[in-house]
């Protein structure tokens, strides 16, 4: 079983789109199967259209339903996750995050913008059944900046991001315990 990334992100080479690609790589040194879905990469008039049985769409939702676990990544805007993410969301069935460990992540210009993941990513992954939330992960432009295409992390952010890797990981190994 995997754990799947998904970025919300728009952008190809956004904070949060290096964020989440330095936490699968994380998990990737923990010996975790990683897999991942750029949302922006997807076909937008099926998204939009809702047409799940477009290959590229169908796959991406068949790797949600075998992941035990998402780590979800999202730029905040106007007080919300993207609506790029929103979109492909709506395509999961209801339930469909039934029984998954996810770990919310997002970016931000400032703290302003962090109880974005209490109070509009989290209600949503609540209807569609996750149950196993993982504390969130909110990186603002203070805490993280691209460089040279490079990811710079402050060593407090940096903690915060190794706390949530081993969280995930711990509650992979626990729910494992269980099966």
Same mark, same amino acid.
């Given at each position: 079983?995997?754990?799947?990334?998904?970025?919300?992100?728009?952008?190809?080479?956004?904070?949060? &789109?290096?964020?989440?690609?330095?936490?699968?790589?994380?998990?990737?040194?923990? &010996?975790?199967?990683?897999?991942?879905?750029?949302?922006?990469?997807?076909?937008?008039?099926?998204? /939009?259209?809702? %047409?799940?049985?477009?290959?590229?769409?169908?796959?991406? /939702?068949?790797?949600?339903? @075998?992941?035990?676990?998402?780590?979800?990544?999202?730029?905040?805007?106007?007080?919300?996750?993207?609506?790029?993410? %929103?979109?492909?969301?709506?395509?999961?069935? &209801?339930?469909?995050?039934?029984?998954?460990?996810?770990?919310?992540?997002?970016?931000?210009?400032?703290?302003?913008?962090?109880?974005?993941?209490?109070?509009?990513?989290?209600?949503?992954? @609540?209807?569609?059944?996750?149950?196993?939330?993982?504390?969130?992960i909110?990186?603002?432009?203070?805490?993280?900046?691209?460089?040279?295409?490079?990811?710079?992390?402050?060593?407090?952010? &940096?903690?915060?991001?190794?706390?949530?890797v081993?969280?995930?990981?711990?509650?992979?190994?626990?729910?494992?315990g269980?099966?």
């Amino acid at each position: 079983m995997t754990i799947l990334t998904v970025s919300g992100s728009p952008a190809e080479t956004s904070r949060s &789109q290096h964020v989440l690609s330095h936490v699968g790589n994380m998990l990737r040194l923990r &010996q975790q199967p990683v897999e991942r879905i750029a949302v922006r990469a997807l076909p937008a008039d099926a998204l /939009l259209a809702g %047409k799940v049985d477009e290959p590229s769409i169908s796959r991406a /939702l068949h790797q949600v339903d @075998c992941a035990r676990a998402l780590v979800i990544g999202t730029p905040i805007y106007k007080a919300s996750y993207s609506g790029v993410l %929103k979109v492909f969301l709506d395509l999961l069935p &209801q339930g469909g995050l039934d029984g998954k460990i996810i770990l919310p992540i997002a970016t931000g210009g400032s703290l302003v913008h962090a109880l974005a993941l209490d109070y509009a990513l989290k209600p949503v992954l @609540c209807s569609l059944g996750a149950r196993h939330l993982l504390a969130s992960i909110f990186v603002d432009e203070a805490q993280a900046r691209l460089v040279d295409g490079h990811l710079e992390l402050t060593e407090t952010i &940096q903690a915060r991001i190794e706390a949530g890797v081993g969280d995930l990981v711990q509650a992979l190994s626990t729910t494992a315990g269980r099966a």
